[in-house]
Each structure stands twice: as C-alpha cells, then as structure tokens.
C-alpha cells in the first residue's frame, strides 16, 4: 500500500514567536518534551516495521522539530529505510544543517520559511546556502502580509534560480487583484493559495492514500477534519481507508488542498508534493494553471 501520513506530535514549542502563527504557543515542560520524544520514537518504530507499505511521510510539528535532536535523528534514521518513499519537514530553518550528512538526501526533503522579525535575513539565506551544500532538495516560503513584500523580493532576488519561493497567503486577509498580481509575480502559484477552496463533497485523497497522525496513534483524514477512522498502532484504521468527499466547506491550507482531486496540485507538485517543490519551477510572468 502507498500510504502519505501527516504526524503532529505534542510539540508545541517554537523558538519563533510569529504574531501570525495560526498554531499554539506554549513553553513545553520537560514532561511535554520527554512525552513528545516518547511519541516519536513511537511512530518512528511503527513505521520502520511497515516494510509491506510505500510510506511517505511530512512532519507538522505546532512548534519548531529540528531544534530537538529527536527529530533531527529521527529524519535522518526514516529516511535510509528502503520502504520510505519521502520524508520531509516544515521548519522555519533556525536550527544547525550538519545534521544532513547522515540522511539520504533522496529520500530527505525541507519546507522551509522565513519568519521576518524573527531571525537576521543573513542568517536564514546562509542556512539555505548551507542546504545548497548538502545537496538538499528544499522550498522556501513566506507569508503574504503586505509588510513582508519587500523581504520576499529580496529572497527571490538572492536564492538560486532552481528553489522554489511560494507564498501563503495571509489568514483573514483578501487580497485585491492588484494586490494578488505583485505576489503572484514572486510565486506564479500563488493564486492556489489566494482564497479558500470549496471543497464540501468533493473527492480528496485524505482519508484513503492520505491520514493524518497525532502523537497518540489517532488516525483522521487530515488536520482539519476531526472525526476519527482510528488508531495507527492497532491497525484499527486500515479498515476506514476508502475514497471519501470532504465534509467541511471549504479548505484554506495548502497541506489539505494540495489533496483535492479537483485541483491539478498532484501533477503540479508531482514528485514533491510533501516538501512544496514543485515538477517544474514555476515561469514567473507566465499564467498559472487555473486555481
């Protein structure tokens, strides 16, 4: 079975304070930490034993992973095992990249983002300078605020032809055209990500060759739909794996509606559809496949 999984363990804590940041902001206690690494080690162990299974897998964390040695590890382990088709991460680049030396970087990918105000631009362009060395396949991003256009003109200029720079658009925020025409001159699929996606009964692969995972073992379709088809570790959700329409009315973040079938995002992105790289990189002046 070809299986994409999205795991979200407990880690919530981020070295990055982002006024924008949809996800949550805690301190995590060493107990929090300890248990973080605990479910961890626990799906990392499942998933090296699923040698039957095709597995790719994209790690979602609220907080910043690759500061913890736990996921730096972990990445690099999964990603040597033959059955692991992708693994890859959102990050937002602060932590060391040596660490890339032990993964193979095939398999190995990054969905980077530049938080401004968060960290020195210098210091986030030579990190991915630094990935450049290792060889390693990654994106970059930013989100959309009207304060942050000149830094993401900046990092177009300055990062190589070859990477990818996409653009979230920002929650709550409409976007006149005028305005969506200068970010879609930086990332020519940005108007995918401009409005929500009306999704309500319309096929998506979550839920039959996509599941999310939380540190626990419960198995949903995605983040964004609550209802549970089970649990990872008993293989009591195998059963509920089948093609499904989407129950919610629309869909606003790229890792669910990268999924929808009726969006062509899985030839757009075809072979980095985890990671955000697209088949091609995108003409920037040229038209965008219609959203």
């Known amino acids: 079975m070809d299986l994409t999984i999205l795991y979200r363990g407990p880690l919530a804590s981020c070295d990055f304070d982002c006024p924008y940041c949809p996800f949550a902001k805690r301190r995590d206690s060493r107990e929090q930490l300890r248990a973080d690494r605990a479910a961890l080690a626990r799906f990392a162990d499942w998933a090296a034993h699923q040698k039957g299974d095709r597995l790719s897998i994209l790690f979602t964390p609220w907080g910043e992973g690759l500061v913890r040695s736990w996921y730096r590890r972990t990445l690099a382990e999964l990603s040597r095992l033959p059955h692991i088709q992708r693994v ?172 929808l079938e009726t969006l062509p995002l899985y030839d757009v992105f075809a072979g980095g559809v985890l990671e955000r790289i697209p088949a091609q990189v995108p003409v920037r002046g040229a038209a965008a496949p219609p959203p």
């Open 88 to 259: 890859a991460i959102q990050t937002n680049l602060s932590c060391r990249t040596d660490w890339l030396t032990e993964a193979d970087l095939d398999t190995l990918s990054l969905w980077c983002t530049y938080h401004p105000g968060q960290t020195p631009y210098d210091r986030f362009l030579a990190k991915t300078r630094g990935l450049a060395g290792h060889g390693a396949r990654f994106s970059v991003g930013i989100v959309g605020l009207p304060e942050h256009l000149e830094h993401a003109r900046r990092l177009r200029a300055d990062l190589a032809e070859h990477v990818y720079l996409w653009v979230n658009a920002a929650e709550g925020h409409a976007y006149s055209d005028a305005e969506a025409a200068v970010w879609t001159e930086l990332d020519p699929l940005f108007p995918f990500s401009r409005r929500p996606h009306q999704s309500a009964g319309l096929p998506c692969r979550t839920g039959e060759s996509v599941i999310s995972v939380d540190g626990d073992g419960t198995v949903r379709r995605c983040h964004f739909v609550r209802a549970e088809l089970g649990n990872l570790y008993d293989g009591s959700y195998r059963a509920a794996l089948r093609p499904r329409p989407c129950p919610l009315t629309a869909c606003d973040c790229h890792i669910g509606y990268v999924h």
